[in-house]
Every structure is written in structure tokens, then in C-alpha cells.
């Protein structure tokens, strides 16, 4: 996986399983563009309070700090590619915060199968060039290209929706099971429960998570530490820090000092 801190990093990795089964996939949410083309494979695809169904040749942009999951049944032949890469390679241009869903057409296809032919035969900074060109292009196609084929939807359980845009609204003000089911008129132990069994994570886990990657938001702007926390509705200082090492493996103010070194280098 690549680091958030290096904005060069990419990686890429094409793999094909002979068998799957449950729990071979885990929920996602990180700071950097995922691109993931299912060659071959079916299931469902969650992207925060969405969901969609696939069966193969399908391919889908996750932009930053979007949860994401993949619930793939067992079954033979799996195969996908995956792209991560940091946002700061990408012009503003092709830069997204909505999700792409999409049939992967000839074009598509020829861009993947290139990584592949690129990795046979070039390493070092050749290679990362060439890997960005393709990136940029699939990016391209994805703000700019022709609307792919449609892709069905999965329906995802209205209260799971209503519980995801009350969390993404509340980011800023504590928030606990009890409060969030008390604002969706239901019991605290009903929505715990449906919410894990439909997102893969439990509520509380995926409010945590939230709240972190919105933390980080806030000291990129320049908010200090104890700051941050005050904004996010942490009654306790010392959780705060330590939900915030738990998310990203590095303290709050090592993060903000190593993101204000980036921008001034950049």
C-alpha cells in the first residue's frame, strides 16, 4: 500500500486468485485515488451510501477519504487490477470527489494492459512516468470520456443511508450510537446492527474513522492539534490522539509537521 505522506507514490497490482472466499476483503478508506477494475469476478461494491452489483469488466474510481467495500462470494477465477496514487500527481483538472462506476470498454482495457507491459520492461523513474501517463489518461476518461455502460445498483437499506449523511453532517459535535439512533427513531441496538452487517464496520468504528480523516483536513488548514480536537467535539484530548495514531500510525502534530514540510518543497 502506498504512504500518504510520499505524493510520488504509486503502486499498482495485478493479481488473478484461482478461488475466493468471505473475509479475503477488507473495508478501505485512505487519503490517496484507488482504481479498481474487476476483470473477472462478481459481487457488490459499497461506496459510502452506495452500493452497486457486478459481474466482471467493471471498473470503479474511489476518490479520497471514501469508504469503500468489496463483497465478493466465493467463487473461481477472480482477477483485478488496483491502482493507488496520491491526488498531488493529478492536475485540478482531473481531480474528482465523486465516485465512477463504469463497463471498461476497449480503451479502458489497452490503458491496464499497458501497466502490465510497462512493469515487464522499465523500472525506476521510467516506469513511474509511464505508470502517470496512464493515470492521467484513465483520469481523462473518467471526468471527460463518453458515459460507460450502466452498471446496476444494489439497494442499500434506507436507514444505512440515513445513518451515513447524519454522521457526515454531526462530523463537528459528538456523537455516540445512542444520539445517532435518537435522531433516526430507532433503537440503538437495531441500528448497530444493521449498519455492521450492511457496511462491514461497525457504526462507531466508521464514526471514528470519519472523524479522523476530517481532522486531518483541519490541520492541513491550519488549526493546531488541541484545535482540532475542540472542533471535532472530543470531550478528551488524550482519545483524540489516540484514535488519530490508531487511523494513521503517526501523532497528529508529526503529521501536520511532515504535510507543512511537503508544501513547502512542493
Not at 440515513?162 to 459535535?173: F, Q, T, V
Not at 459528538?174 to 457496511?199: C, G, N, R
Not at 470531550?235 to 484514535?243: I, K
Given at each position: 500500500m502506498i504512504s500518504y505522506a510520499d505524493p510520488q507514490s504509486i503502486h499498482i497490482n495485478h493479481a488473478v486468485s484461482r478461488s475466493t472466499k468471505e473475509g479475503d476483503f477488507q473495508t478501505h478508506h485512505h487519503l490517496f485515488y484507488e482504481i479498481l477494475f474487476i476483470v473477472n469476478g462478481s459481487g457488490v461494491f459499497l461506496i459510502e451510501d452506495s452500493a452497486c452489483e457486478f459481474s466482471g469488466n467493471t471498473v470503479f474510481l474511489i476518490p479520497p477519504q471514501q469508504y469503500h467495500v468489496l463483497k465478493v462470494p466465493p467463487q473461481r477465477n477472480y482477477e483485478r487490477y488496483i491502482i493507488n496514487f496520491s491526488p498531488d500527481i493529478l492536475p485540478e483538472a482531473l481531480q474528482t470527489a465523486k465516485p465512477v462506476i463504469r463497463q471498461a470498454d476497449e480503451n479502458i482495457l489497452d490503458l491496464f494492459q499497458k501497466t502490465d507491459a510497462y512493469r515487464e520492461t522499465f523500472q525506476g523513474e521510467p516506469l513511474y512516468?509511464?505508470?502517470?501517463?496512464?493515470?492521467?489518461?484513465?483520469?481523462?476518461?473518467?471526468?471527460?470520456?463518453?458515459?460507460?455502460q450502466?452498471?446496476?445498483?444494489?439497494?442499500?437499506?434506507?436507514?444505512?443511508?440515513?445513518?451515513?449523511?447524519?454522521?457526515?453532517?454531526?462530523?463537528?459535535?459528538?456523537?455516540?450510537?445512542?444520539?445517532?439512533?435518537?435522531?433516526?427513531?430507532?433503537?440503538?441496538?437495531?441500528?448497530?446492527?444493521?449498519?455492521?452487517?450492511?457496511?462491514?464496520?461497525?457504526?462507531?468504528?466508521?464514526?471514528?474513522?470519519?472523524?479522523?480523516?476530517?481532522?486531518?483536513?483541519?490541520?492541513?488548514?491550519?488549526?493546531?492539534?488541541?484545535?482540532?480536537?475542540?472542533?471535532?467535539?472530543?470531550?478528551?484530548?488524550?482519545?483524540?490522539?489516540?484514535?488519530?495514531?490508531?487511523?494513521?500510525?503517526?501523532?497528529?502534530?508529526?503529521?501536520?509537521?511532515?504535510?507543512?514540510?511537503?508544501?513547502?518543497?512542493?
Open positions: 512516468w509511464l505508470q502517470r501517463a496512464v493515470i492521467t489518461e484513465l483520469m481523462a476518461q473518467f471526468c471527460y470520456g463518453k458515459a460507460g450502466y452498471v446496476p445498483r444494489a439497494e442499500l437499506p434506507a436507514l444505512v443511508q440515513s445513518a451515513i449523511h447524519y454522521i457526515g453532517d454531526n462530523l463537528d459535535r459528538p456523537l455516540d450510537a445512542s444520539l445517532i439512533a435518537e435522531a433516526l427513531f430507532v433503537s440503538k441496538t437495531y441500528l448497530s446492527h444493521v449498519f455492521a452487517k450492511t457496511m462491514n464496520i461497525s457504526l462507531m468504528r466508521y464514526v471514528r474513522m470519519k472523524k479522523i480523516y476530517r481532522a486531518r483536513e483541519y490541520l492541513k488548514q491550519g488549526n493546531s492539534v488541541t484545535r482540532t480536537a475542540e472542533l471535532l467535539g472530543y470531550d478528551s484530548y488524550h482519545t483524540f490522539l489516540r484514535n488519530y495514531y490508531a487511523e494513521f500510525h503517526i501523532s497528529p502534530s508529526e503529521d501536520k509537521r511532515l504535510s507543512n514540510a511537503g508544501d513547502e518543497h512542493g
